[in-house]
């Protein structure tokens, strides 16, 4: 049981790891642009000179929720949450790997498999949150996970919006609105919540006499988690 404590903590050192260096090289790839984070979505940075810096980024959030997955899948009544989390793991690489269509170009088929794997990847992160902020209910970091995967499905549906009216035939561009605002607090949300099940299980694998320390110092019910950095980097 020691044993496994220590290779899932290790584990989720891992997944700390790859979401840090995959908010980082985002913030890069923002940063070496310069397009407006306002209007532009985050799929349009692929076709920048610095472009390979966004499959980069979501590899290493695929790496991160891998792993956080293969820990929630360990512990039965979690699977489906585990499927979830691998899932939008899933996604973010064929959206990386399959990048979006330029403005104004119909969509293709590369366009279409980006596109849906990130609705689908929109949509499971903040329903697996929503399942295992329920299941450890007790838990510090419960409160935080669910209400920022409410956030996020809230914010999903302003992403949404625009293509079902496109849909209609009503001429609608991301420079008449602040698409660009609205996908990234999305994705912020996501890695965020992503970043709180790891905290999550790294409660659970601590002991409980160090349980209470690290539920005090990383997950606080009373000052939230710190999601400054993620935030700023998308």
Avoid: K
Wanted: charged residues 15%; contains cysteine.
């Amino acid at each position: 049981m020691a044993s496994q404590a220590i290779s899932g903590s290790r584990m989720i050192l891992g997944g700390y790891a790859a979401i840090g260096a995959g908010a980082v090289t985002m913030l890069g790839l923002h940063v070496v642009t310069g397009l407006d984070p306002v209007h532009t979505v985050i799929s349009e940075y692929a076709f920048e000179a610095d472009g390979w810096l966004l499959p980069v980024s979501l590899t290493l959030f695929a790496v991160a929720a891998t792993v956080i997955a293969v820990l929630l899948a360990r512990r039965g009544e979690d699977r489906r949450a585990a499927l979830l989390v691998g899932l939008w793991g899933l996604c973010m690489l064929l959206i990386g790997a399959f990048p979006t269509d330029e403005p104004g170009v119909p969509l293709s088929m590369s366009g279409g498999i980006h596109r849906y794997a990130a609705f689908v990847a929109f949509l499971t992160m903040p329903v697996a949150g929503l399942l295992l902020a329920r299941r450890r209910s007790a838990g510090p970091c419960a409160r935080w996970v669910r209400l920022l995967s409410l956030a996020s499905l809230g914010v999903l549906v302003t992403v949404v919006i625009p293509y079902v009216v496109r849909m209609f035939g009503i001429d609608l561009t991301n420079e008449e609105i602040p698409a660009g605002v609205t996908q990234r607090l999305l994705v912020s949300f996501e890695v965020t919540v992503l970043a709180m099940l790891a905290v999550m299980e790294r409660v659970r694998l601590t002991p409980a006499g160090r349980g209470s320390d690290v539920s005090a110092t990383e997950c606080s019910t009373d000052r939230g988690p710190d999601v400054s950095a993620i935030g700023r980097s998308l």
